[in-house]
């Protein structure tokens, strides 16, 4: 698998709650027993839980608790909003 996404609740953050984790294989990976970068990223806004209901090319459209629905860009790594303009990112 070259690209893994899970989106779920941060533990311990049960106000914040959303958070969106990818691990993607890269071919220069400085150790190659391990070649993976993680990163994980927080909704611009405490909406609780969030999972993924659609991927749509690289972007993924998630659904929160509170029933708002969020859009994250892979390519870019930025939240979005449905006319595609970034949305700042929630830093906990």
């Known amino acids: 698998v070259d690209t893994y996404i899970c989106a779920g609740r941060m533990p311990g953050k049960a106000a914040q709650g959303g958070m969106l984790t990818v691990r ?3 071919d220069n990976a400085p150790d190659p027993e391990w070649p993976y970068v ?6 611009p ?3 609780g839980s969030i999972k993924i209901v659609d991927i749509v ?3 993924i459209v998630l659904q929160a608790e509170t ?3 969020l859009i994250f860009d892979l390519s870019t790594g930025q939240w ?3 006319s595609g303009t970034p949305l700042p990112t929630f830093t906990p």
Request: net charge neutral; glycine share 10%.
């Open 45 to 47: 806004a405490p909406f």
């Open 57 to 59: 090319g690289t972007q």
């Open 38 to 43: 993680i990163a994980s990223y927080y909704p």
């Open 80 to 82: 979005i909003d449905p």
């Open 67 to 69: 029933g708002a629905h």
């Open 24 to 26: 993607i294989k890269v």
